[in-house]
């Protein structure tokens, strides 16, 4: 142990970012390898959302039970034993070094005004917000905002494909899988092992992990009280998620099937009858009316 641990620490940062990028890749080549092997017979009768769905329950129940044994544990100490303060700053720390892909993403879809404000946002909380351990930019007005690559493509009319689960990584889709690079080479900690080596960004990688994961303990807990199938809780909240996102909050009203409400039943025009209303059943109505 202590001979691995020397190894990685002495590791040049070059190689380690390149390390971790081809477990990523590899990560995930696997697992789109997998999705993509389903014979035409296993595509029958499948749910067009998620048509991989025994690939992803299998994935969905690896990173669950790594979850439990592994991050659960270390979040909850976590949680009990920071304080609130020391938890915020520490979250508006790593909001602040991944901000830059919102500020990309603002641009490529066409929120100019938007991309500017995020940029002087960005700069004010690295300054005066200290590397921003202090969110001193929403103080003067300058809103938070949540873009990524998936969704700059979902704006420019991609489709979002089937739904994935990622190991580790958790929910996707084809479409926001294709933006895991984009967010990775956008977020200012993929540079720290160049200016500080691998002995801090290590750690700070390793921490970012905890509190994104105690940030998650929330709706980790309604999921395990309230769901009685948590990987289809997890999938379609995650899905209403996505398009929320991509419709800046607004997504647009989606009804029942348009051709079972053609027509508004209750609605009633003095010329029209009531399905399967009687001729006489509504002249006795009318005569008690009157």
Request: aromatic share 12%; glycine share 8%; proline share 6%.
């Amino acid at each position: 142990m202590n001979a691995q641990f020397f190894l990685i620490k002495n590791l040049n940062p070059w190689t380690l970012n390149r390390l971790i990028r081809f477990i990523f890749l590899s990560m995930c080549c696997a697992f789109l390898l997998g999705c993509s092997s389903m014979s035409k017979k296993d595509a029958v009768d499948v749910d067009p959302i998620d048509p991989h769905e025994d690939i992803n329950r299998v994935s969905y129940d690896f990173t669950d039970k790594v979850d439990r044994v592994l991050f659960e544990p270390v979040a909850d100490a976590y949680a009990d034993y920071v304080p609130d303060a020391a938890q915020r700053s520490i979250g508006n720390f790593y909001d602040n070094l991944s901000y830059p892909n919102v500020v990309l993403n603002a641009f490529l879809q066409g929120k100019v005004k938007q991309g500017f404000f995020d940029g002087l946002r960005f700069a004010v909380n690295s300054t005066i917000g200290m590397l921003g351990l202090f969110d001193m930019a929403t103080h003067m007005g300058l809103e938070k905002h949540d873009e990524d690559f998936g969704q700059t493509l979902a704006v420019w009319g991609v489709d979002s494909g089937s739904y994935l689960f990622i190991p580790i990584l958790g929910p996707s889709s084809k479409r926001d899988v294709i933006g895991v690079p984009v967010t990775v080479v956008t977020n200012m900690l993929f540079y720290a092992g160049y200016v500080v080596g691998a002995p801090v960004f290590i750690p700070l990688t390793v921490l970012g992990a905890i509190d994104k994961r105690a940030r998650l303990a929330g709706p980790m807990r309604i999921r395990d009280q309230a769901a009685l199938d948590p990987y289809l809780f997890v999938r379609e909240a995650s899905l209403q998620q996505r398009e929320f996102l991509i419709y800046d909050g607004n997504p647009p009203l989606k009804l029942y099937d348009e051709e079972v409400f053609l027509d508004n039943p209750f609605d009633v025009k003095p010329g029209n009858k009531i399905p399967g209303a009687e001729t006489s059943g509504n002249n006795k109505l009318e005569q008690a009316v009157e």
